[in-house]
């Protein structure tokens, strides 16, 4: 995939910087989204001697905004074929009965109505063209049940769900829908997810060989290098030092 328009939500880290990276190098020209516009203008200055870049704050949350982002994109970036939902977080890893319900409404608002938005506001112009492509990232979480995941995973597993729904509602047009379901990979999230608790955070990933942004940015390139008639449905991908945990049981 060359020349084409790449939108990526949540581009100011992680997955989403290292994304715009890898579609810059194939010549791709970019829409970049996130609320930390320094983070956007440094990786836009970074790759703009390479090809036309579009950086520009979104909070996914603002549906407004989201529509207007959208419908006032310059002519050059307006004909997305690729939009990257990617903007989410996790916040807290209490047990349900002690977490913050502002966090809860975060994660709700970001991971479900946010990547809601984004679809709705760029899906109309794909399905008119007949030809694009959305890549969603969810989570292991949205399948693997842990202690303290309960709204983020149940947040991902509606980005699983609702990708499969698309596709329903796609069979006759040319768009594709995909989701990659992401294990644990070191980016900005536990620091994110521990509020700024770097102690905390780097516990997460010690000893092990965690993901990296830039192996889910390869893999989300991959899916978009299909050939045309080829949908990846679901892609699941761990580091080799993470797996399963048997069944939990209580013995009271
Ligand atoms: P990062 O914290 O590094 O990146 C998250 C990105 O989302 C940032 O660019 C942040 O930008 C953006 N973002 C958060 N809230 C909003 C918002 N309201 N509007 C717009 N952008 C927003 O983490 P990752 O790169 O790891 O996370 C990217 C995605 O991958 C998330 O959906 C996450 O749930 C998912 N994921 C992560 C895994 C991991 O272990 N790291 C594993 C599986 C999935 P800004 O703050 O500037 O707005
Ligand atoms: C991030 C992976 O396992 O921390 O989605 O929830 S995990």
Not at 63 to 90: H, K, M, S, T
Not at 108 to 130: E, F, H, S
Not at 205 to 227: C, R
Request: aromatic letters at 8%.
């Amino acid at each position: 995939m060359s020349g084409k328009i790449v939108m990526i939500t949540g581009a100011s880290s992680g997955f989403g910087a290292a994304c715009a990276r890898v579609f810059a190098e194939q010549g791709n020209r970019l829409v970049i989204a996130a609320r930390r516009l320094d983070l956007l203008q440094r990786l836009r200055d970074e790759l703009s001697g390479r090809v036309p870049v579009h950086a520009a704050v979104l909070d996914v949350r603002e549906r407004e905004a989201v529509q207007a982002f959208v419908a006032a994109l310059p002519e050059e970036f307006c004909a997305i074929d690729l939009l990257v939902n990617n903007a989410g977080l996790a916040l807290g890893l209490e047990p349900a009965q002690q977490a913050s319900l502002d966090d809860w409404d975060t994660m709700v608002d970001t991971n479900i109505k946010g990547l809601m938005y984004c679809t709705r506001a760029v899906l109309p112009g794909m399905v008119a063209r007949n030809r694009g492509q959305i890549i969603n990232v969810g989570s292991t979480a949205g399948a693997w049940p842990y202690p303290g995941g309960n709204v983020y995973g149940g947040t991902k597993a509606f980005v699983e769900q609702f990708t499969r729904n698309l596709r329903a509602d796609l069979l006759g047009s040319r768009v594709r829908v995909s989701c990659i379901a992401p294990g644990m990979a070191e980016t900005e999230f536990s620091t994110v997810r521990f509020k700024g608790d770097l102690q905390k955070a780097g516990k997460v990933y010690e000893g092990t060989e965690p993901l990296t942004a830039g192996d889910i940015a390869g893999i989300i390139k991959w899916i978009s290098d299909q050939p045309e008639h080829v949908n990846i449905n679901h892609l699941e991908v761990m580091s080799v030092f993470q797996s399963w945990a048997p069944f939990a049981v209580h013995r009271g």
